[in-house]
């Protein structure tokens, strides 16, 4: 009965699996190839102007991520592939009715779950290094301001010529900034910084920003109050790490060192104590 039951399970679930992506490939590329749309060469395969709130929520985490919708469809057709892969090895070993469960609920995970929990992660990998790379940033612009320097000539000078010590997500931020404030109203300039980059260290610097514009304040001193913090809040980020290095090393020395010293000083007194005589 249990088997009657687990091979029904199994059916259902690779049929619902296989509907679901034909109902997918068919609304998504019905227009065009699937094959095509995702091994295309060029990078302009994206997500249309006309959207909905929904697939604007989407674009915008693609955009955070630093992916274009090509590279994403490539992440969703390579963990079908291995989700369904996963599940295929029924059909050529016997498992347990518990073990073909979790092996049907594992593909189906990789399968649906692992191409958004890739995108999650590139964000925050994306967003680590933009903020790794803001002080440095800071610095140059405020070199380049006291020089006597405007803010848009600041940007671009930095832009153009900081590829040796900054990365690339930072640099195409900053390229896209200073397009955006010179094409458009300064405002559009910083709600479009923020939502693309989804920092909390930028969203900061554009607060004061705005500030600065609304006041007059001078934008050297906030940037250089910005770039003391951020170099502040790294410099602690380096001593929490320090100050948990110590417990991370002890649970090393008890999970893999000391067990091999007891073995090494309690096998030689075991051997002895159970064979006295040789």
Do not use: C
Request: proline letters at 2%; hydrophobic letters at 50%; aromatic letters at 12%.
């Amino acid at each position: 009965m249990m088997e009657i039951f687990a091979t029904a399970l199994l059916v259902i679930s690779i049929v619902v699996l296989f509907w679901y992506l034909t109902l997918y490939v068919y609304e998504r590329y019905k227009h065009n190839t699937f094959l095509s749309a995702v091994f295309a060469t060029e990078d302009d395969i994206i997500l249309n102007d006309n959207f909905s709130a929904k697939k604007a929520q989407f674009k915008l985490k693609l955009q955070r991520a630093g992916l274009k919708k090509k590279q994403f469809n490539e992440i969703v057709f390579a963990s079908v592939l291995a989700g369904a892969s996963l599940i295929s090895l029924l059909f050529f070993i016997d498992f347990s009715f518990l073990n073909k469960f979790f092996l049907v609920a594992g593909g189906l995970s990789i399968a649906f779950f692992m191409p958004y929990l890739y995108l999650e992660e590139q964000i925050k990998a994306r967003i680590k290094r933009i903020e790794n790379d803001l002080p440095v940033f800071i610095d140059l612009l405020i070199i380049i301001l006291e020089g006597g320097g405007g803010l848009n000539n600041a940007i671009d000078k930095v832009t153009t010529e900081g590829e040796s010590v900054l990365g690339p997500d930072l640099l195409a931020e900053s390229k896209k900034f200073k397009n955006e404030f010179i094409t458009y109203s300064s405002d559009i300039a910083f709600t479009n910084l923020v939502n693309r980059t989804g920092s909390d260290a930028i969203a900061t610097i554009v607060g004061f920003m705005r500030l600065s514009e609304e006041t007059g304040i001078g934008v050297k001193s906030i940037f250089e109050n910005q770039a003391q913090e951020l170099k502040s809040m790294e410099m602690l980020n380096i001593e929490k790490k320090a100050a948990t290095m110590n417990i991370g090393i002890t649970f090393v020395m008890f999970l893999f060192i000391l067990p091999a010293v007891i073995a090494m000083i309690a096998f030689p007194m075991a051997a002895d104590a159970l064979m006295p005589g040789f």
